[in-house]
């Protein structure tokens, strides 16, 4: 098979070229060890600090029993800081993570086994590959779906500096697309006193842009605008299931 996949390259005027195995990145944030292959985003800057406005905004309201929905995980920072965090507690008795990156994925279950996790996945933890909410199972409910989403962009890919990095493709959302697909959605995704928690970057995006997805949607209501002292021009988007 290698003679013959070098013919036919070298009929079509290519040299085989063999490429040496790039290496993880290797990165801890709190209890957890990270093993992030470099086609993911990698060690996000808002990941940690995301989950810790969500952790304490979970203590501010002594929540409890929580079933937690990573959206757009990454290498699942937000989920894994707070499963880590507050499952002694109580305060979380499950996490899941959501991404339509399979790199990401692939490092997330890298992350799971190094920090032996994995015995748990399918019961406390569950990962799906998915674009948005298309490719969770319908009787799946959480009472939070928590997330550092991407953002609206209006300058093309080429414009930018990494145009095909991870990093800088995770950040897009271009016309909403993302947004309007899943606040048209989540509430089948919610318990009945479900919440959805987006920490939105106000560089991108204002709550007057976004709110418009959760009003067209009946079965969600709009709660309120939280500013996010940890990451200051951020601020939280909070709706419920109506």
């Not at 008795?93 to 890298?110: E, P, R, V």
């Not at 032996?116 to 909410?133: A, C, F, K, P, Y």
């Not at 890919?157 to 309007?180: I, K, M, N, Y």
């Amino acid at each position: 098979m290698k003679k013959l996949v070098r013919k036919f390259a070298g009929a079509l005027g290519y040299d085989i070229v063999r490429i040496s195995k790039p290496e993880s990145h290797l990165f801890q944030i709190g209890e957890v060890k990270y093993v992030a292959d470099p086609c993911s985003v990698g060690e996000t800057p808002q990941g940690e600090l995301t989950a810790r406005g969500a952790i304490r905004m979970i203590g501010e309201r002594q929540l409890k029993h929580l079933r937690v929905l990573d959206m757009c995980c990454g290498v699942g920072i937000i989920g894994l800081t707070m499963y880590s965090t507050l499952r002694e507690s109580l305060a979380i008795k499950g996490a899941a993570f959501a991404d339509i990156n399979i790199f990401n994925l692939n490092s997330l279950h890298k992350t799971l086994t190094a920090n032996n996790l994995q015995r748990v996945v399918g019961d406390e933890i569950h990962v799906w590959l998915t674009s948005g909410l298309s490719n969770i199972p319908a009787g799946e409910r959480f009472d939070i779906i928590v997330s550092n989403p991407p953002h609206f962009f209006s300058k093309a890919f080429r414009e930018q500096d990494s145009p095909l990095s991870p990093h800088v493709l995770g950040t897009f959302d271009a016309g909403w697309d993302f947004h309007r697909a899943f606040y048209a959605n989540c509430h089948n995704y919610l318990n009945d006193s479900g919440e959805v928690w987006f920490l939105e970057n106000g560089e991108g995006a204002s709550d007057s842009d976004l709110l418009p997805f959760i009003e067209v949607n009946k079965a969600l209501k709009y709660m309120n605008t939280i500013d996010e002292p940890l990451l200051p021009g951020f601020f939280w988007m909070i709706s419920r299931r109506a």
